[in-house]
Structures are given as C-alpha cells and as structure tokens.
C-alpha cells in the first residue's frame, strides 16, 4: 500500500498542475475572471486553469452563452482553460436579499459542491492555488480545508482593497453610522473621503445585512495567501504603495498584494463595424462625440431619464447615448431596454437627430470607446468600464449609481485627475441630477479648461496601462511572478 500511494504521488507530480477559480456569477465580474485564467494560461504549457462556474441566480441564459463564447475563444486559442458549471443551487427568498448578501449567501450554499469539484480535481492533478472573487471569500474555507493555498482576486480596484483592508480597524473606531458621519474618512492609500462616497454597504445600518457581509470580506482578507487586483501601479499608485507597504491594516497582517491589470475582454466586442452605432460614428469627426453608458447592470428611473436627456440638448454636444430604465419589471440585476417614445421627452429625439443618436439597450462599448470620434464618457464608474476608458484614453464624467461606484468615481477625480463628476456637492449620495448639472459637466469636458487637463492625463495614463501589460511591464512581472509560486512551489493538494 505504500508502494502504491508513492507510485500515485510521483505520477501526480509528472502531470499538469492547475489553478482553480471561483468568480462571483455576474458577467462585470466574469470578464476580468476569465481574462485573468487565459493570461496565466498564456505563460506556462505545465499549468491549467479550471474555472467553477455558479449559475446566475436570474438570468443562467445570458451568463451561459457568456461563458459558451468565452470557452470558444480560449479553446480556438489553444489555451487550456476550462469551464466547470457547477449543480444549481435554488436560492429561497432571494427577493428580499440586497446584492452583496445575495451574492455572499450565494456563494456560501456553494460549499459543498465546490468542495467536490476540487476533490475531483485534486484525483488528478495537483491544484496548486485557489482564487476566489472578493465577494465570494467564505469559500476560502475549502480551500483551507484541502491544504490549498487560497488567493483573493479583486475584479474592483486597489482603492477598494485598502477600504477593505482598513475596515476592521474604521469598525471598531468609529461607533456610530458611516452615513452620519460629520468628517471625511481617513482610508491609507486615497484622499480624505466623504463618507457619503463610500460603498453602498457602508452606508446602510451597521446591524444590517450587507454592512455585515462587507465587514465579512473584509476581515477575510488576511486569510488568503495573496491578494489580486484587476489595475496597474501606476494607476493607482497611492493605494498601491499603501497596500505594499502595510499601512492599510494597522496592527494587522496584509497578505502579498500583486497588480495584473487591466485585464480587459479585448478580444470580443470589438468585431462591431455593422453596428448602426459604429455607422453612426464614422460619420462624426474627431473627439466630437460624448458617449453615454451604464453598465450591464445600471439603469436609471425614467424621471432621470428625462432630465438627462435635457441636459443633452442644452449643451450643444454630439453624443451617443444608451439608454436603460427599469419600469418595474425583471429583477435589478437585469434592467430593461427602454421604451424610448414612453421615456424620452417629446420630440427630443426629431430634435436631436442631426447630432445624437439615442439607442435603446445593449451598445458595443468596448467598440465605441475605440473610436476615434469619442471625446468624453459619462459612466458609472464601474470598474470594468473604468479601466476600458483608460486603456482607449477617452476622459471620464462619473455618474456613480451603486456598490463602490461612488468611491471609484471619488479617486478618478480627486486622486487620478481623470474623470468630472456630474455632480461636486460631497454631501449628497443620490437624488435627482438636474439637466443643468448635466450640461455644465459636458461642456466643462469638452470645451474647458478643467477638461483639457483630464484629457491630457488620460492619454499618459492610457500609455502607461498598455505598457504595464507588455512584457517586463509592472503587472506582466507581477502576473509571472504568480505564475512562477504557482509551478515552481511545493503547495497545493
């Protein structure tokens, strides 16, 4: 017998060892997941990469033909990544959940059948490192208890890492509710922040769900064994020094942290010249047009709607907007495409026509940020989004909606110099933006001098990202580095 098992150990050390990864199920975190997979897959012939797979708990169609192009793509590449859907798991209640926590709660009834998936791996090959989404960390667990080293990867950037990281110790600080807070928060690694600029979980009650699950990620962090960022140092430098030099946990530990961004889908949703869109732009000269887009989840009451459809037309600008509501139907992490005659003014669009084009629901954005007739992008400042506008050089106007969007917004502006906000009081989280603010945001862009300095910025930075994923760049080595602890160490089961 023990014969056999060496004889089983030695023929498991001659075979491939793998990498597992565990994203959260929403395509905005699925992107940079599966660009990360193909990117370490890209580096070694010795190691694969195996991503599980949870359906998504609305829409299990539209994440599936996702991941069904995106297995092509690495397949046609002759990469080895593979796709693993894992058994559905029927949430009970899910109405009544806020994101995060469906999203946690989600995860964590996954345990069981991540576990299995692993076992089955660990039968024949060696797994040599564990990656699980930021908002996915109770699955760390599994990992633990199989003796794999477990990775954090943050789809989000490095300001929301020192957040994160810094929570803990803001938590037993400060006694009362964030949202009430008089004084701007002190995070190591980013401006003074307005408390009101936090992340949606911060400012909902301290007792309540989400506030729980956010404080939950963020006291595992220091369970993992490194920590993985969707951006590039030079990006965000001051979270990025904070992080590196351990001022982001006082009295704490930080686990490695490494940049390997920006990991972008550029290898689809860019084939788009008979897009209508894309006709349209090649009519429009250069840097003239400002695009307007919220993500594959965001959308915008009809009200708002309306008033930003009023400030288009009082600044005079070429734009192409993408247009969502949600007018109570499906559920909010998929918005609708907008009936355009039920949510736009009266004769807006006949009066617009010579230089808008309105277009109601999905736009190939990865395409429109690329053409050469884009000036400016209002955004929610997602994440994904964000780093797209970088890597195109196209400025920002941030128009956050919800999770960390407003602190990602916040940093754009005041940290990076790369993005207007569409709205500068610090003080005020939501509400209506008048048609007013619009316009003096994308006038300010577009003719100003405030605008000209951002676009200048943009362009330096758009440099600086394509040179950090070329080879010797910053997140290159980091990633390679990675690469290298995965085969070359003695971890894993």
């Known amino acids: 017998k023990e014969k056999e098992k060496k004889k089983k150990k030695k023929k498991k050390m001659k075979m491939k060892k793998s990498v597992v990864i565990f994203p959260a199920p929403l395509i905005s975190h699925l992107v940079s997941t599966i660009q990360l997979a193909k990117h370490i897959a890209l580096r070694r012939t010795n190691l694969s990469v195996t991503i599980l797979l949870m359906r998504h708990p609305f829409s299990p169609a539209a994440s599936s033909s996702f991941v069904a192009a995106a297995a092509g793509d690495a397949a046609a590449s002759g990469l080895d990544v593979r796709f693993v859907e894992l058994p559905p798991i029927q949430l009970t209640h899910p109405e009544g959940m806020q994101g995060l926590t469906l999203l946690s709660v989600y995860a964590d009834m996954h345990k069981p059948t991540v576990l299995d998936a692993l076992l089955s791996l660990t039968s024949t090959t060696t797994v040599s490192s564990f990656i699980v989404d930021f908002v996915c960390t109770s699955v760390i667990d599994v990992a633990a208890e199989l003796g794999i080293p477990a990775y954090v990867f943050f789809t989000s950037g490095a300001a929301l890492a020192a957040l994160m990281l810094h929570l803990p110790h803001l938590d037993r600080k400060i006694k009362w509710e964030f949202r009430d807070s008089k004084n701007n928060i002190e995070v190591p690694g980013m401006s003074p922040i307005p408390a009101l600029k936090l992340p949606s979980p911060l400012l909902d009650g301290r007792d309540g769900e989400e506030y729980r699950w956010f404080l939950y990620h963020s006291r595992r962090l220091s369970d993992?064994?490194?920590?993985?960022?969707?951006?590039?140092?030079?990006?965000?430098?001051?979270?990025?020094?904070?992080?590196?030099?351990?001022?982001?946990?006082?009295?704490?530990?930080?686990?490695?942290?490494?940049?390997?961004?920006?990991l972008l889908g550029l290898d689809a949703g860019m084939d788009c010249s008979d897009h209508d869109c894309i006709r349209w732009l090649n009519q429009q000269s250069h840097s003239s047009v400002v695009f307007l887009c919220f993500g594959s989840m965001g959308a915008l009451p009809v009200e708002q709607v309306r008033e930003m459809a009023r400030g288009l037309e009082l600044s005079g600008h070429r734009f192409l907007w993408s247009v969502r509501t949600r007018l109570g139907q499906g559920h909010r992490f998929m918005p609708c495409d907008a009936d355009l005659d039920e949510v736009l003014p009266a004769g807006f669009v006949e009066r617009t026509q010579?230089?808008?084009?309105?277009?109601?629901?999905?736009?190939?954005?990865?395409?429109?940020?690329?053409?050469?007739?884009?000036?400016?992008?209002?955004?929610?400042?997602?994440?994904?989004?964000?780093?797209?506008?970088?890597?195109?050089?196209?400025?920002?106007?941030?128009?956050?909606?919800?999770?960390?969007?407003?602190?990602?917004?916040?940093?754009?502006?005041?940290?990076?110099?790369?993005?207007?906000?569409?709205?500068?009081?610090?003080?005020?989280?939501?509400?209506?933006?008048?048609?007013?603010?619009?316009?003096?945001?994308?006038?300010?862009?577009?003719?100003?001098?405030?605008?000209?300095?951002?676009?200048?910025?943009?362009?330096?930075?758009?440099?600086?990202?394509?040179?950090?994923?070329?080879?010797?760049?910053?997140?290159?080595?980091?990633?390679?580095?990675?690469?290298?602890?995965?085969?070359?160490?003695?971890?894993?089961?």
Not at 246 to 252: F, L, T, V
Not at 357 to 375: E, F, K
Not at 458 to 463: D, F, G, L, T, V
């Open 354 to 493: 010579e230089r808008g084009l309105v277009w109601a629901g999905w736009v190939p954005q990865l395409a429109i940020l690329s053409h050469p007739a884009i000036g400016g992008f209002v955004s929610h400042c997602g994440w994904n989004s964000t780093l797209e506008s970088v890597w195109f050089g196209v400025p920002l106007i941030g128009w956050p909606l919800d999770a960390e969007q407003r602190m990602n917004a916040f940093v754009l502006e005041k940290d990076m110099g790369l993005s207007l906000c569409v709205r500068k009081e610090d003080h005020v989280a939501d509400g209506l933006v008048k048609g007013e603010e619009l316009e003096m945001v994308v006038v300010s862009l577009m003719e100003g001098e405030e605008g000209k300095r951002v676009r200048e910025k943009m362009k330096m930075m758009k440099e600086m990202g394509r040179a950090a994923m070329q080879g010797g760049g910053s997140s290159d080595s980091n990633l390679s580095a990675l690469v290298e602890e995965w085969t070359s160490g003695s971890g894993g089961v």
């Open 224 to 262: 993992a064994k490194g920590i993985i960022i969707n951006t590039f140092e030079e990006l965000e430098c001051k979270a990025m020094k904070a992080l590196l030099q351990g001022k982001c946990a006082p009295g704490g530990l930080i686990p490695p942290v490494r940049a390997v961004g920006p």
